[in-house]
C-alpha cells in the first residue's frame, strides 16, 4: 500500500473526537447514493416506456410498406415474391387502407379500414397478439354477414361488441337517385372479435376485415394498396428499403416504422436527455457535500499536514492524500446507489406495486428496463463529479505552508 493511501484510508476513519467530520462523510456517501439511485430508477423506467411503446407499434405496424405511385398494385403477389428474394426481408403480406364510416343502430364513427390476408398477416404483425375471443382467420371465413374485428375504443363508441352487426360505409362508389344524390356503398359486417393493442390512437380508429371484403367495399377488383414487410433487423429498415426499390425498379415508394414515428422517438429521446442532466444535479449537490467533507477534514488534519510536510511529503503527495478520500466517497456511494437502483428497478418490475390509472395512461404499470450502457453512463457521471469535486479542497491541502502551520504548536 502506498504512502498516500494508508494516510488517506486512515482519515476516513476518524477518531472520537473528530466524530462529526465521519458523519458527514456518511451523509456525503449517502447523497451520492441516492442521486444515483435517483438516476437508475427514473432512466430504467424512461428506457421501458420507449421499449413498451415501440414494441406496441411494431406489433400494430409492418416494418416497412411498399406502396405504388399510382395509388394501387395491381399484380401484388409478383411483387412480393420479387420483395422477399432482398437480403433481410423475412415475410411479406398484401394489405389495403382506407378511411371509412362505422354505422352500429344510431352510433356513427369514422374509422380506418384495414383490409389483411389473414393467413399472411400473422407473419408480418404480432396483431394476433392483441387480438380477443377470436384469431385473425374469422376474417376468412365464408360467413354471412363477414366478420370484423373492432378496436377496443372503437367498440364502445359504437356500442358493438363481439356478435353485433356494424355497417361499413364506403367512401368509394354508390347509387344515383333519381334526384342526382349519390347514396353511399354499405355492407354489412358481423363483429367477431375485439382487439387491444394498448395505444389509444389505434384502439379507436382502426377496423380489421379480410382483404377480399375490403376490395369490395373499396371497388378495387383484384388490387391492393401495398405490401408489408418483416424484416430481420428493425434498425436496418432504411437501408433494406433502399434494396427493395432497387430490387422493384421506378413506379414504387417506401415507408419504415421510423419514418411513421420519427417525430415521437425523437420527443422521447431528448425527455431522456433532459431527465439526465436534471438528475446530474442530484449528485451535484451530493458534490458538494464531498466539497465540504474535504474542507473539514483538511481544517481539522492542518497540523498533520504540517507535520508530513516537514518530514518530507510533498504537495503533490498531500493532494492525492485528500483527492483520495473524495473518490473513496463517490465511488462507494455509486456502488451503493447502483446496487439499491438494481434492487429497487427489480422490485417494480417483479411486483408492480406503483399503479397508474388505466383510464389516463395506456399501461396499468410502470415498465422497468436496466440497460448496461445507461448504468454505466451513470457509474461514470457520478465517479466524474465526484472527482471533480476532490480538486478545490485537496488544491487547497497542498499550498498549506508547514512553518505557519506550526509555529504556535
Given at each position: 500500500?502506498?504512502?498516500?493511501?494508508?494516510?488517506?484510508?486512515?482519515?476516513?476513519?476518524?477518531?472520537?473526537?473528530?466524530?462529526?467530520?465521519?458523519?458527514?462523510?456518511?451523509?456525503?456517501?449517502?447523497?451520492?447514493?441516492?442521486?444515483?439511485?435517483?438516476?437508475?430508477?427514473?432512466?430504467?423506467?424512461?428506457?421501458?416506456?420507449?421499449a413498451?411503446?415501440?414494441?406496441k407499434?411494431?406489433?400494430?405496424?409492418?416494418?416497412?410498406?411498399?406502396m405504388?405511385?399510382?395509388?394501387?398494385?395491381?399484380?401484388?403477389?409478383?411483387?412480393?415474391?420479387?420483395?422477399?428474394?432482398?437480403?433481410?426481408?423475412?415475410?411479406?403480406?398484401?394489405?389495403?387502407?382506407?378511411?371509412?364510416?362505422?354505422?352500429?343502430?344510431?352510433?356513427?364513427?369514422?374509422?380506418?379500414?384495414?383490409?389483411?390476408?389473414?393467413?399472411?398477416?400473422?407473419?408480418?404483425?404480432?396483431?394476433?397478439?392483441s387480438?380477443?375471443?377470436?384469431?385473425?382467420?374469422?376474417?376468412?371465413?365464408?360467413?354471412?354477414?363477414?366478420?370484423?374485428?373492432?378496436?377496443?375504443?372503437?367498440?364502445?363508441?359504437l356500442?358493438?361488441f363481439?356478435?353485433?352487426?356494424?355497417?361499413?360505409?364506403?367512401p368509394?362508389?354508390?347509387?344515383?337517385?333519381?334526384?342526382?344524390?349519390?347514396?353511399?356503398?354499405?355492407?354489412?359486417?358481423?363483429?367477431v372479435?375485439?382487439?387491444?393493442?394498448?395505444?389509444?390512437?389505434?384502439?379507436?380508429?382502426?377496423?380489421?376485415?379480410?382483404?377480399?371484403?375490403?376490395?369490395?367495399?373499396?371497388?378495387?377488383?383484384?388490387?391492393?394498396?401495398?405490401?408489408?414487410?418483416?424484416?430481420?433487423?428493425?434498425?436496418?429498415?432504411?437501408?433494406?428499403?433502399?434494396?427493395?426499390?432497387?430490387?422493384?425498379?421506378?413506379?414504387?415508394?417506401?415507408?419504415?416504422?421510423?419514418?411513421?414515428?420519427?417525430?415521437?422517438?425523437?420527443?422521447?429521446?431528448?425527455?431522456?436527455?433532459?431527465?439526465?442532466?436534471?438528475?446530474?444535479?442530484?449528485?451535484?449537490?451530493?458534490?458538494?457535500?464531498?466539497?465540504?467533507?474535504?474542507?473539514?477534514?483538511?481544517?481539522?488534519?492542518?497540523?498533520?499536514?504540517?507535520i508530513?510536510?516537514?518530514?518530507?511529503?510533498?504537495?503533490?503527495?498531500?493532494?492525492?492524500?485528500?483527492?483520495?478520500?473524495?473518490?473513496?466517497?463517490?465511488?462507494?456511494?455509486?456502488?451503493?446507489?447502483?446496487?439499491?437502483?438494481?434492487?429497487?428497478?427489480?422490485l417494480?418490475?417483479?411486483?408492480?406495486?406503483v399503479?397508474?390509472p388505466?383510464?389516463?395512461?395506456?399501461?396499468?404499470?410502470?415498465?422497468?428496463r436496466?440497460?448496461?450502457?445507461?448504468?454505466?453512463?451513470?457509474?461514470?457521471?457520478a465517479?466524474?463529479?465526484?472527482?471533480?469535486?476532490?480538486?478545490y479542497?485537496s488544491?487547497?491541502?497542498?499550498?498549506?505552508d508547514?512553518?505557519?502551520?506550526?509555529?504556535?504548536?
Amino acid at each position: 500500500m502506498s504512502f498516500e493511501v494508508f494516510v488517506g484510508l486512515r482519515y476516513l476513519r476518524a477518531r472520537r473526537k473528530q466524530a462529526f467530520i465521519s458523519v458527514i462523510t456518511f451523509i456525503s456517501i449517502a447523497g451520492v447514493m441516492l442521486g444515483v439511485m435517483a438516476m437508475m430508477v427514473v432512466l430504467a423506467v424512461m428506457t421501458g416506456f420507449g421499449a413498451d411503446i415501440k414494441s406496441k407499434i411494431l406489433g400494430a405496424n409492418a416494418h416497412i410498406r411498399v406502396m405504388s405511385l399510382t395509388g394501387k398494385l395491381d399484380k401484388h403477389d409478383e411483387v412480393m415474391t420479387r420483395i422477399e428474394a432482398v437480403e433481410g426481408v423475412e415475410a411479406t403480406a398484401p394489405f389495403i387502407y382506407s378511411q371509412v364510416m362505422l354505422r352500429c343502430g344510431s352510433r356513427v364513427s369514422g374509422a380506418i379500414l384495414r383490409g389483411i390476408d389473414p393467413s399472411r398477416a400473422g407473419r408480418v404483425v404480432e396483431l394476433e397478439k392483441s387480438v380477443k375471443d377470436t384469431d385473425l382467420r374469422a376474417l376468412g371465413g365464408p360467413d354471412v354477414p363477414p366478420g370484423i374485428i373492432l378496436g377496443k375504443e372503437l367498440s364502445r363508441l359504437l356500442m358493438a361488441f363481439t356478435g353485433d352487426e356494424v355497417y361499413v360505409v364506403s367512401p368509394v362508389g354508390g347509387s344515383l337517385t333519381p334526384m342526382g344524390a349519390r347514396i353511399p356503398y354499405m355492407k354489412k359486417f358481423r363483429v367477431v372479435g375485439l382487439f387491444d393493442s394498448g395505444m389509444y390512437d389505434y384502439d379507436t380508429s382502426f377496423a380489421y376485415v379480410s382483404i377480399e371484403s375490403a376490395r369490395q367495399i373499396l371497388r378495387l377488383g383484384q388490387s391492393v394498396h401495398g405490401i408489408e414487410v418483416k424484416v430481420d433487423d428493425i434498425y436496418s429498415v432504411t437501408k433494406i428499403s433502399r434494396s427493395v426499390l432497387d430490387r422493384l425498379g421506378t413506379g414504387y415508394w417506401t415507408q419504415d416504422w421510423m419514418e411513421m414515428n420519427k417525430n415521437f422517438f425523437s420527443a422521447l429521446k431528448l425527455e431522456k436527455i433532459v431527465m439526465f442532466i436534471i438528475l446530474v444535479l442530484i449528485i451535484l449537490v451530493a458534490a458538494f457535500n464531498i466539497i465540504s467533507t474535504l474542507i473539514m477534514m483538511v481544517m481539522e488534519k492542518t497540523k498533520d499536514i504540517a507535520i508530513l510536510k516537514s518530514m518530507g511529503a510533498t504537495s503533490k503527495s498531500v493532494m492525492k492524500i485528500f483527492m483520495l478520500d473524495g473518490l473513496v466517497i463517490g465511488v462507494v456511494g455509486t456502488i451503493f446507489g447502483i446496487m439499491g437502483g438494481s434492487v429497487l428497478c427489480f422490485l417494480l418490475k417483479r411486483y408492480e406495486f406503483v399503479k397508474l390509472p388505466s383510464d389516463v395512461y395506456y399501461i396499468s404499470t410502470l415498465p422497468v428496463r436496466v440497460q448496461v450502457f445507461d448504468v454505466a453512463l451513470i457509474a461514470l457521471s457520478a465517479i466524474a463529479i465526484s472527482f471533480l469535486a476532490t480538486l478545490y479542497p485537496s488544491y487547497q491541502a497542498s499550498r498549506l505552508d508547514p512553518a505557519a502551520a506550526i509555529r504556535y504548536e
